[in-house]
């Protein structure tokens, strides 16, 4: 693709646009997207993605499952809307929540959007997709650290978004969303009202105008699609999602029996399935700092372990992703082990 000359290329230049519009074919067939389902990429991660589905995708009401840092974050952004109601079912960190499968009210007098965490990072929960009960409804999935390392059908789904730092190998900067047509259907309505506030950024119309030209509404990130480019083709070389959910797990089991096998470490989520594949989050007994032990084995290259900030545990967190080698999972916690020996 001649990939060195698009350093420093306008996104509406012919290098860049087939950059954008290869990687959607990849994401295509890696995620087997469902016909009429659209890939539409957008500047800022998935906290731009909140805010742009409070702005174009939620008509009114938008009911949100919150059990962990990030799903809590997107109902904070619906219940700050002035146009919408925001009601939610809410877990305590370490369980999942399931929202409501019962029709509220009949059938469209409920909700007008279903949103949860396929995966919740902060906690290491993982929620099985399911669709909103009412089929008047859109379900929004925030699949920010899982996209690309389970098995889905997107047919559950209207909007399957991430950011690409996680699975994808790449650096922040852009959001991608697979939308359903009702998506495509719902965000084109509420562009229409006079009544919506239309901040360019936060238009998902605009977006999806500009993804069917192999564009961004404002200019991309070029050193992200390259990375996320090169971590597709490796993905579909390697045999597709089968196998990278394959990897993930096989990582995130080697955590928990290490966990389990520990007389100082507990897996912090107790429901098995209910464990994430990428993000293990093991609780430590109280005589091991979770912070003392990170900090002495960052200078040996072993990055960001600690458990996320916001919970306030004495945790380590430990990534599964599916380009991270089993040996290397087996390093870390030998490593850990050694630290704690000493």
Request: proline share 5%; net charge negative; aromatic share 8%.
């Amino acid at each position: 693709m001649g990939q060195s000359n698009l350093w420093g290329t306008s996104h509406r230049q012919a290098g860049v646009i087939g950059l954008v519009q290869s990687i959607q074919q990849q994401l295509r067939e890696l995620f087997s997207v469902p016909e009429g389902y659209e890939i539409v990429l957008g500047n800022g991660g998935a906290t731009a993605f909140w805010a742009t589905a409070c702005v174009s995708l939620i008509r009114e009401w938008g009911n949100f499952a919150v059990f962990g840092e990030f799903g809590g974050k997107f109902a904070a952004d619906g219940r700050s809307a002035p146009w919408m109601n925001a009601t939610v079912d809410e877990a305590p960190a370490g369980e999942l929540a399931i929202m409501n499968t019962a029709l509220p009210g009949g059938l469209g007098l409920g909700p007008d959007a279903y949103c949860y965490p396929h995966n919740e990072t902060s906690t290491g929960v993982v929620s099985p997709l399911y669709r909103a009960p009412d089929p008047e409804a859109l379900t929004l999935v925030d699949a920010t650290s899982i996209a690309g390392a389970a098995t889905v059908d997107l047919s559950l789904v209207d909007a399957y978004y991430f950011s690409l730092q996680k699975c994808f190998g790449a650096d922040a900067g852009l959001w991608v969303a697979i939308l359903s047509p009702r998506a495509v259907a719902r965000a084109e309505e509420l562009n229409r009202l006079s009544s919506r506030p239309q901040f360019g950024i936060l238009n998902l119309t605009s977006a999806i105008r500009s993804a069917r030209k192999g564009q961004t509404v404002n200019t991309p990130a070029i050193g992200t699609l390259l990375l996320v480019h090169s971590q597709l083709e490796w993905m579909l070389a390697e045999g597709g999602l089968a196998e990278m959910a394959a990897r993930a797990e096989a990582g995130a089991d080697a955590i928990i029996r290490w966990a389990e096998s520990r007389p100082w470490a507990t897996p912090f989520v107790e429901v098995p399935a209910w464990r994430s594949p990428v993000v293990s989050t093991v609780d430590l007994a109280e005589e091991i700092s979770a912070g003392e032990l990170a900090a002495r084995l960052r200078p040996a290259g072993i990055q960001d372990i600690e458990g996320y900030r916001g919970l306030g545990r004495n945790q380590l967190r430990i990534a599964s992703f599916p380009s991270i080698d089993q040996a290397d999972i087996d390093s870390v916690l030998a490593c850990i082990d050694w630290a704690v020996e000493h």
